[in-house]
């Protein structure tokens, strides 16, 4: 069991940057691949991007590939994302998600806790 709070979004003009932040709690996240979410009105909740237990290993959906970032500070029990140059088609609510697994996950199915959710708005 871990519980996932996300911090950190807003509301930004197009070509901002925001950095989303999780943290978990428990004694156990080094054991936890992690996995940013986002969601918009009416949309499916997709993969933004994954990272491995150890941070060695990350995914990126292609609409993010080059502009978000995602990192791992294991001694923080704290997971982030950086968005750079954003745009508008980015405003979502946004959920971080962890598993017990060693790889990069990248299926929704394949999470087992969620966090609440954190919204991000980008105006043109």
């Known amino acids: 069991q871990v519980q996932l709070v996300e911090s950190g979004g807003g509301l930004v003009q197009a070509g901002g940057s925001l950095r989303l932040s999780c943290a978990a709690s428990g004694r156990a996240f080094s054991s936890y691949a992690m996995g940013w979410f986002r969601q918009a009105p009416g949309k499916e909740r997709d993969l933004v991007a994954a990272?491995?237990?150890?941070?060695?290993?990350?995914y990126y959906a292609d609409s993010v590939k080059g502009r978000f970032t995602i990192s791992r500070d294991n001694s923080k029990n704290t997971v982030f994302l950086q968005m750079n140059s954003l745009k508008p088609e980015d405003t979502a609510v946004y959920y971080c998600?962890?598993?017990?697994?060693?790889?990069?996950?990248?299926?929704?199915?394949?999470?087992?806790?969620w966090g609440q959710g954190t919204q991000v708005t980008v105006s043109s």
């Open positions: 990272i491995s237990r150890s941070g060695d290993s990350t």
């Open positions: 998600a962890a598993v017990r697994a060693i790889v990069v996950v990248t299926t929704k199915g394949g999470y087992d806790y």
